[in-house]
């Protein structure tokens, strides 16, 4: 498995000398811009990154100081036809993954015409029983997907994963366009890109459109939306606190908040504020001790109760797992068809289900070429590699396998896609994947056009996590000929 | 939209952990330059002091070290295990401005980075001339904070910080005056005795009154002019009087934003009423000593009538 045969999207199968025609300026500004020059703007940038305190924490690592995620210069660009059609794939699998969650937790109805085995999702500890039959506001569960994508050709897209519960990433995206128009104004004279920055307007506009109606709201009629982090010690919180100040709302920890009478406050030093709409990043399993982990002490006690009440609105919903569950996963083309009535037209990559007899025979016969995750696994982790793997790393997947199938999924290697990244010996293809946005609130279904590119840094290596050494760059989405640039206001 | 109560709090904190920082660092510099440039080593004198105006001395002295410029400007700067210490002041103000991101541009918030990632790695203060190189660039960064602050919008977030930062001042100046005072009235001298003038200078140069004294008082150094100075001189903004007005000002300010008024604003009213009516001298004659210590005291209640005024948790 090499780059030699996987497809690049600036270069094609051509190579540097000769790129897809679409793209010959991009090619030419790669080409002619210095090495030194590539590698000043890259640690400008990540110095940028730095200062501002765009940083994470790797658990478990021993000298667990801050780190920034690498950030390559060179951009990925989608054509505006390619963007369109994509867009359609994931606006219908959204779609689907909203109308299946309202119908597991409510009539079945997959479940009664078989569509899905029941113990797959009944039995499944991504199921929140404790969310049955709660009725979300305009009954939309999912409010923000990010869509794990990949491709292997100009036109061929492939969905690795769906994220419904707590998608990250978004800051990555709004703060690598940033960059980029500060470090490459040049690009944006070149090609007319369109603009990311409207994420937080959007986000907050979908927030709104699923607040409690027909509550008395604490000023005048706007809803109040806060973001729910864990804290400052969080992986992730950078990210928490920019969307908070890119919305323009209130970034609240539990402590800050008080459930009295089925009803959410905030404590502010005026006194409590009733609380509509919370954009939560804490896991079901800590959200709310007297649900959930009782021992979880990043909950609000009686949060649940008051989203049972339709007194607050949480995004994601509770119980949005059982979407994201890697079993389901190879269910989605036959959920998608279920509930559009159409096929998906953003394919499945072949999914092997090691639970199934012959697909666990052949995933057997076949570890050296493939792709093994856990069902339940996330981040890269407890991931099997075939290609790449030593023979004791297969063997030990071997009998994890025989022990345990249920737990995990399979897939082919596939030839993902590369695009020229910055290396030490200059620029090289390296594999990369694409996380978009969809966000639906009760006034439709938007694809924030850009999105996350993950790279692997590492040549030939197709682990793309952050977590695990991988890098980001940003994402060019085309405007139609003929349309203005829209701008990009800084903040 | 109302100000959380947890941001109230750290960002009234923020203020007061910088201006901690910031002082330190000044009075480091001072300590550093007395003992550069006095005729006879300054030594042990002046080190035990710093600890002390600092509230470090018996911190210090657990340690076992001997009082000298290396260990206890280490102590002062750069120290981990030393709660009171800049770095540490510095990774307090930090985490309290990463809880409150929200509330900070991003000039406050990358200045505050700046100063604690000044310290990132460092394990010693060096020589006279690192120590100098390291407190200085405290001050600079500091400044750079401050600059920021005042750039910011003048809501209560940036209020709150000021009000924090000036409350932390008047403590600061009056702790250094207090530790200081015996050098000014040495026991069994009258006023107007002979005192160390190198001591003076360290005093002034700590709240950079140095030149600020020359311009207002037209004769030579006298214990008396540096008390009226640091105390009821409302021109220089480490004064206690400046101090007072300032946190009367804020609380007015936030008074108007938001509404809220209590115990703090009456408190505060009260002492700036009394502050007016203090002359020097007779400070002086009833007990500088005593006039301090009744000052702490009372700007320690005033800080918690501010935390109960804004429900700080």
């Known amino acids: ?491 | 939209m109302r100000m959380l109560s947890r941001t109230a709090a750290a960002l009234y904190w923020l203020g007061r952990y910088v201006e901690r920082a910031d002082f330190t660092a000044r009075l480091v510099e001072a300590t550093v330059r007395l003992d550069a440039l006095s005729a006879r080593p300054a030594g042990e004198a002046a080190w035990a002091s710093a600890l002390s105006v600092t509230y470090n001395d018996d911190a210090f002295a657990a340690t076992g070290q001997s009082i000298s410029q290396q260990p206890v400007a280490r102590f002062l700067t750069l120290d981990m295990a030393n709660p009171g210490s800049i770095v540490r002041c510095l990774e307090q103000a930090r985490n309290n401005a990463r809880a409150v991101r929200t509330s900070l541009t991003r000039e406050a918030w990358t200045a505050v980075n700046r100063l604690w990632l000044l310290f990132a790695n460092r394990q010693s203060p060096g020589g006279s001339a690192s120590t100098l190189a390291l407190v200085e660039g405290v001050m600079a960064e500091a400044r750079g904070f401050e600059g920021a602050i005042h750039r910011m919008m003048r809501n209560e977030a940036t209020l709150l910080i000021q009000l924090g930062a000036a409350i932390e001042r008047a403590d600061n100046t009056a702790r250094l005056l207090d530790v200081k005072y015996h050098l000014l009235l040495p026991a069994g001298e009258a006023v107007g005795g002979v005192v160390d003038r190198d001591q003076w200078t360290t005093i002034l140069q700590t709240v950079s009154a140095v030149t600020a004294y020359r311009w207002i008082y037209s004769e030579g150094l006298k214990p008396a002019n540096v008390i009226d100075l640091l105390i009821c001189r409302a021109e220089l903004p480490r004064s206690l009087a400046a101090c007072v007005e300032e946190v009367v000002e804020q609380l007015n300010a936030l008074a108007k934003r938001t509404g809220l008024q209590g115990e703090a604003d009456r408190m505060a009213r009260a002492r700036i009423a009394r502050m007016q009516k203090t002359r020097a001298h007779e400070v002086i004659v009833s007990g500088l000593h005593e006039y301090l210590q009744a000052f702490i005291r009372e700007n320690a209640l005033l800080d918690a009538a501010i935390a109960r005024q804004f429900r700080f948790i």
Not at chain 1, 228 to 242: I, M, Q, R, V
Not at chain 1, 329 to 344: D, H, T
Not at chain 1, 450 to 468: D, I, P, W
């Open chain 1, 1 to 491: 498995m090499g780059t030699r045969r996987a497809f690049d999207e600036i270069w094609g199968h051509g190579g540097p000398e000769r790129p897809r025609p679409e793209f010959a300026e991009l090619a030419d500004w790669i080409a002619s811009t210095p090495q030194a020059e590539l590698h000043k703007r890259q640690q400008s940038a990540e110095a940028t990154f730095r200062q501002l305190g765009i940083t994470f924490a790797v658990y478990g690592d021993s000298d667990a100081s801050e780190r920034i995620i690498p950030f390559d210069i060179v951009p990925r660009v989608f054509l505006h036809d390619e963007w369109e059609r994509l867009s359609q794939g994931l606006v219908q699998r959204v779609e689907a993954i909203n109308a299946f969650l309202e119908d597991v937790y409510g009539e079945r109805r997959i479940l009664d015409e078989g569509i899905v085995p029941p113990e797959l999702i009944l039995n499944n500890p991504q199921f929140r029983p404790e969310v049955a039959g709660i009725r979300p506001p305009h009954g939309i569960w999912a409010h923000i997907c990010g869509i794990d994508l990949v491709r292997t050709g100009p036109d061929e897209f492939w969905v690795l994963e769906d994220n419904a519960r707590t998608p990250s990433g978004v800051s990555y995206m709004l703060e690598n366009r940033e960059a980029m128009i500060r470090l490459c104004p040049e690009l944006f004279r070149s090609f007319r890109v369109a603009a990311v920055d409207s994420y937080g307007d959007i986000l907050r506009e979908t927030m709104r459109s699923v607040a409690p109606d027909a509550r008395a709201n604490s000023y005048g009629n706007q809803p109040v939306c806060v973001v729910l982090t864990p804290g400052h010690f969080n992986s992730a919180y950078y990210e928490h606190s920019f969307l908070a100040d890119t919305m323009g709302i209130e970034l609240v920890e539990p402590a800050d908040l008080i459930v009295d009478d089925d009803v959410v406050y905030m404590q502010t030093i005026a006194g409590r504020v009733k609380v509509d709409v919370i954009y939560r990043r804490i896991d079901d399993d800590f959200l709310d001790p007297l649900v959930f982990r009782p021992d979880s002490l990043l909950g609000v006690p009686g949060i649940m109760a008051a989203y049972r009440a339709g007194n607050v609105a949480l995004i994601n919903a509770p119980g949005n797992g059982i979407a994201d569950d890697k079993a389901i996963y190879s269910y989605m083309p036959e959920i998608v068809k279920f509930y559009s009535g159409s096929e998906a037209k953003l394919p499945n990559v072949e999914t092997w289900r090691c639970r199934e007899p012959d697909a666990l025979n052949y995933v057997l016969d076949h570890l050296d070429e493939v792709v093994v995750k856990l069902v339940d696994g996330s981040g890269g982790y407890g991931m099997l590699v075939g290609p790449t793997a030593s023979k004791a790393e297969i063997e030990d997947f071997r009998r994890a396998l025989i022990a345990e199938p249920h737990r995990y999924i399979a897939q082919p290697t596939l030839a993902l896609s590369t695009v020229p990244t910055v290396t030490e010996t200059g620029l090289a293809p390296r594999h990369v994947d694409f996380r978009p946005f969809v966000l639906t609130g009760s006034n439709g279904v938007q694809v924030v056009p850009g999105g996350l590119t993950r790279v692997a840094l590492k040549e030939g290596s197709l682990v793309v996590n952050s977590s695990q050494g991988g890098g980001t760059k940003d994402s060019f989405v085309l405007l139609p000929e003929g349309r203005q640039t829209q701008s990009q206001v800084q903040s």
